[in-house]
C-alpha cells in the first residue's frame, strides 16, 4: 500500500488535529487547530526586512523561510499542547505565491507527513483566506457571501457550500491591496501599504472626490482609475508647487476603495438571499472597512462574521481551516504535489 492509499484508507475523525503550514510570501506560519478549536498560530514574519527594500523581494524571503519553518512547526506542535503523533493530517499552501516561498513549505510539509504517516493536504492560499471565518465563527454554515479582499486578488463570492463557490465579481485589473501598496508608495508611506495608508488615514478628511471604480453593474472591481487618479492628484500638486495634505489623500483613498467593497458585498447578500456577510484577506484587516462592513450589515439586517485581524492577513490558521474542510471531503495530495505560482480565481490547481 503506498502513500496515497493509506492516506484514503485511514479513518476520518469528526474533530481531527490539523497542522497548517503556511510560506506564500514573507510570512513563515504554521498552526494546529482541533476541529473547529484554534490550539495554537505561530507567525515568523521577514516583513521587516523586505521593507527595506520597499517590499518583498523573493529570494530573501525563500531563504528566511528556510531558517524559519523548522521552528514555527516546533513551537505551533508544542504551544497546542500535542506531540507530532497525534496529528491526523498535514495541510500546506501549495499556490498561489512566490514559487520558491512556497516549495519551503511544501517540501517540509511532504517530509513531515511522510514520516508521521498521515495524509498531504494541498490548499489554496485563497480558499484559506475564505475559510479563516469558520475559526472566528465555530457555528458558521454556508450558506453566506464571502468578500474576499487581499493583495492578489478581490472578489465577491457565494459559498454556497463548504466546497461549491460561485463568483458573483472580481477584479477587472488591481486588487484591492495591491492598490493600498501603490498608493502608499505615492505618498511616500512605508510597506505594507495597507496598514500605513489606514494610520495616516485617520489623520485626514475624505475631502477629495476620487472616484469609487468600476459602475457598470454587477459586481466587478476595478482599482486602476482610483489608482491613477491618487497619483495623478499628487503630481499635479507637486508640480505646480501647491501644498496638500497627505493624510486628506489617504483618508479619500481609503473611503472609495473599501467604500465600493462593502456596499456590493451587502448587495450580493440581499440578491442571493444570503443571511450572513463573511470577510476575508489581507484589506479585510483595514479598521475602516471593518467598520463598514459592520455599519452596512446592521442595517440590511445581515450578520457579519470578521476573523481576527491576525487572521486576515496570511497566516497557518486559515490554512488548517481549509485543510480540515478538505480532511472531511477525503481531499487528500499526491507527495508528487508542485506548487504553483499561479490559481485562477475559482479553479482549483493540478495536484
Known sequence: MNYAQRALAAPKKEEPVILGIESSCDETAAAVIRGRELLSSVILSSAAEQAKYGGVVPEIASRAHTDAIGEAVEQAVKGAGITERELDAVAVTYGAGLLGALLVGLSFAKAYAFALGVPLIGVDHIRGHMAAA???????????????????????????????????????DDAAGEAFDKAARVLGLPYPGGPSIEKLAKQGRASIPFPKMFSGGGYDFSYSGLKTAVINYCHNMEQKGENYSKADVAASFQSAACGALA???????????????????????????????ANECAKAGLKLVLPEKKFCTDNAAMIAAEGLIQYRAGNFAELSLNACAHIPLGKKGKQ
Open 134 to 172: 469558520y475559526l472566528a465563527d465555530k457555528a458558521l454554515e454556508p450558506p453566506f457571501i464571502t468578500l474576499l479582499a487581499s493583495g492578489g486578488h478581490t472578489a465577491i463570492i457565494y459559498t454556497k457550500s463548504y466546497t461549491d463557490f460561485e463568483i458573483l465579481g472580481s477584479t477587472r
Open 263 to 293: 456596499e456590493r458585498a451587502v448587495a450580493a447578500a440581499k440578491k442571493k438571499g444570503a443571511a450572513a456577510v463573511v470577510a476575508g484577506g489581507g484589506v479585510a484587516a483595514n479598521g475602516y472597512l471593518r467598520e463598514l462592513l
